[in-house]
């Protein structure tokens, strides 16, 4: 195996050794040590096998490193937000563009499903992937049973 350079989430991490995941690839490496790395870090880094065995990872460069702060917020979807998931069928998902950077999903949800619907969102691995794929730093969940609509707004700050 030889080094690979690229957008690494980390998936877990105790003190004596951690769990990155390439999020183009989904390539899973488990690094040898911990060098100070937290749950939902997002590392721009080039990872190497150890030797003899390369059974392990190291982590031997870090271009930029940055959490992603994943958050369930008390507010409801914005107008805009509602407007778009008006005509959407339950199930759907849409997809906006924000200005700038960063990205807004919308689904339609029961109302009896709002709250689990959120709780996966919440703690879904997948949820910082994308979010290191989109630049972001901050995911907010915002939730409305009334209108049965879950936004995931993926923010650059």
């Keep these: 195996m030889s080094e690979t350079t690229g957008t690494f989430v980390v998936t ?20 040898a040590s911990n060098p100070g790395l937290e749950l939902h870090d997002v590392l ?20 930029e490193r940055r959490t992603v702060d994943v958050i369930d917020s008390d507010l409801e979807p914005t107008t805009h937000e509602k407007e778009l998931a008006a005509d959407a069928e339950v199930g759907d ?20 499903d709002i709250e689990d619907a959120a709780t996966d969102v919440l703690e879904d691995e997948e949820t910082v992937a994308r979010a290191a794929r989109l630049e972001a730093v901050r995911v907010e969940v ?6 049965g609509v879950l936004s995931v707004r993926y923010l650059p700050d």
């Design 12 to 31: 877990h991490a105790e003190s004596e050794s951690a769990v990155v995941r390439d999020v183009d690839t989904a390539q899973v490496h488990t690094l």
């Design 44 to 63: 721009e880094a080039t990872v190497a096998p150890e030797p003899p065995l390369e059974v392990t990872w190291e982590v031997i460069d870090v271009e």
């Design 93 to 112: 998902l849409i997809q906006e563009e924000r200005a700038g950077t960063g990205e807004l999903h919308i689904f339609r949800v029961p109302e009896e």
């Design 142 to 147: 915002r939730r409305s049973a009334d209108d």
